[in-house]
Nanobody, 120 residues
Framework: QVQLVESGGGLVQAGGSLRLSCTAS????????MGWYRQAPGKERGLVAR???????NYVDSVKGRFTISRDNAKNTVYLQMNSLKPEDTAVYYC??????????????WGRGVQVTVSS
């Protein structure tokens, strides 16, 4: 069993910043990719950013230069620093983590999501 706990969402004015955090816990042997996805009302969930175990990052074009993903492997935690926020960034943000459990099973876990609302 792997659990993800997210924090850091909220309401912010356009141009402001927020930092999301997500910590994984449970029967974890190793973590591979950690990432953030988002889903706006009426839209499908899509990738925002992800980071590999080696630190390689990928971003959706709309957030490049504004968002930064990072991870602390010792804490099984991934962060998403969001700067220069725009109203179109408003969505529920979900943490996703992939890895291996202590029973040598692959896991693909999701958090419950945090609301990010950017006012104009």
């Amino acid at each position: 069993q792997v659990q993800l706990v997210e924090s850091g969402g909220g309401l912010v004015q356009a141009g402001g910043s927020l930092r999301l955090s997500c910590t994984a816990s449970g029967s974890i042997l190793s973590i591979n990719t950690m990432g953030w996805y988002r889903q706006a009302p009426g839209k499908e969930r899509g990738l925002v950013a992800r980071i590999s175990g080696e630190g390689t990052t990928n971003y959706v074009d709309s957030v490049k230069g504004r968002f930064t993903i990072s991870r602390d492997n010792a804490k099984n935690t991934v962060y998403l620093q969001m700067n220069s926020l725009k109203p179109e960034d408003t969505a529920v943000y979900y943490c996703n983590t992939k890895g291996t459990t202590t029973t040598m099973r692959w896991f693909d876990a999701w958090g419950r999501g945090v609301q990010v609302t950017v006012s104009s």
